[in-house]
């Protein structure tokens, strides 16, 4: 009896050993499973958020599609959007471009773009290079599949029929700025009138010549000819537009230095005129003092570096012109005292000078001087 009591007994604490093992494993259970969820709703809000915010460069459109409906976005920067509801397209704004005739990576000719044929039945190898840029981004995205292979089948289409309206020299050397402005218009008309939110910038040709290297010598030379006489031309013109000038400047120079002489000289004349008429009227008042100025006048003109003497009649000096200091006033009148062999002359009769006293006096100088 006491057995089976204990027995019980050990039986009763191993079942509620095993009842809190469960109930912490069941409790363990839980508290991971709720881990497990919050981690899962941690990543699924992230990768929420993730498809959410976008970022917009500024040479990019961002084209924002909601049920169907686009909106434009063109402002740099972060932006959101709903997710699974709204997609998102990135145009480029920037120009961009393509080559015709040959790989712009590798730079290898591919033939069946470039080989022509002319309108003198020539063949030629030409090479263009377009450049286009998205006008607007919905039509862009939505108003055809591939706008960019459609404005390239369109470029060589308009290529190969206006290179057949040209022959092969103009093709190669002179013509080619003819040729690019004819197609760039056809071009641009055409995408007006499909308006497919893509525009032609400029389409120009990279090379072009013959198929054959004999051909492509001869046009080279050609072409060098008609730089040479380009180069020529240049330099004439260039030549001729600095001689003009010049020689228009020293044109206008010496006619105005001629001008200016001329002026000088007739305004001289007129001073001269109007200062003999003044002398004349002078003249004609006193003739006797005006006629002795206008004889001294003229002789310190003639003679600057004669020395007139004049004299009293007893000999002795009483002025002397020009002035100067005596060094040897005896040495002086010696040199006056006499007439003719010692190279002075007397001045009398109606060229004489009367001083204020009424003396009679002499005028001498350095060379005989007759009345």
């Known amino acids: 009896m006491l057995k089976g009591k204990k027995k019980k007994e050990k039986e ?40 959410s915010v976008y970022s917009l460069k500024e040479n990019e459109y961002a084209v924002i599609t909601t049920f169907g409906q686009p909106a434009i976005v063109e402002e740099s920067g972060i932006h959101m959007k709903l997710p699974y509801i709204q997609h998102l397209s990135k145009v480029p704004k920037t120009i961009n471009g393509f080559s015709i005739g040959y790989d712009a990576e590798s730079g290898e000719s591919v033939d069946k773009e470039s080989f022509m ?45 206006t290179i057949g309206l040209y022959d092969v020299d103009s093709v190669i050397t002179t013509g080619k700025n003819e040729i690019q402005a004819s197609i760039k218009e056809k071009i641009i008309t055409r995408l007006d009138s499909e308006d497919i939110g893509i525009q032609l910038v400029n389409i120009t040709i990279q090379d072009a010549e013959p198929p054959t290297q004999e051909v492509i010598n001869a046009f080279k030379n050609v072409e060098n000819a008609k730089q040479g006489k380009e180069t020529s031309i240049n330099k004439a013109n260039q030549k001729r537009n600095e001689d003009i000038p010049a020689a228009r400047a020293l044109v206008d120079e010496t006619l105005k230095t001629a001008q200016a002489q001329a002026e000088e000289r007739v305004n001289e004349a007129k ?75 007397a001045l009398d009769g109606s060229d004489a000078l009367n001083d204020p006293s009424g003396n009679s006096d002499s005028v001498t100088g350095d060379e005989d001087m007759d009345d």
């Open 271 to 345: 001073g001269q005129t109007a200062r003999l008429n003044e002398l004349y009227a002078e003249y004609q008042k006193y003739p006797l003092i005006t006629k002795q100025r206008m004889f001294y006048e003229v002789m310190e003109d003639i003679l600057p570096d004669m020395k007139v003497i004049i004299e009293r009649s007893n000999g002795t000096t009483q002025t002397m012109l020009p002035l100067e200091s005596f060094i040897d006033s005896s040495a002086f009148n010696g040199a006056t005292g006499g007439t003719g062999g010692n190279g002075t002359g």
């Open 117 to 161: 044929i002319t309108r003198d039945y020539n063949f030629v190898n030409v090479d263009f290079y377009v450049e286009y840029r998205v006008t607007d981004p919905v039509k862009y995205l939505f108003a055809s599949e591939n706008p960019v292979a459609i404005l390239k089948n369109l470029t060589q289409s308009y290529i190969r029929d």
């Open 12 to 51: 009763t604490v191993y079942d509620q050993e095993t009842e809190e093992k469960r109930r912490r494993n069941e409790k363990n259970r839980r508290t991971a499973s709720m881990i497990s969820g919050v981690i899962v709703c941690f990543l699924v809000i992230l990768y929420l958020l993730g498809g």
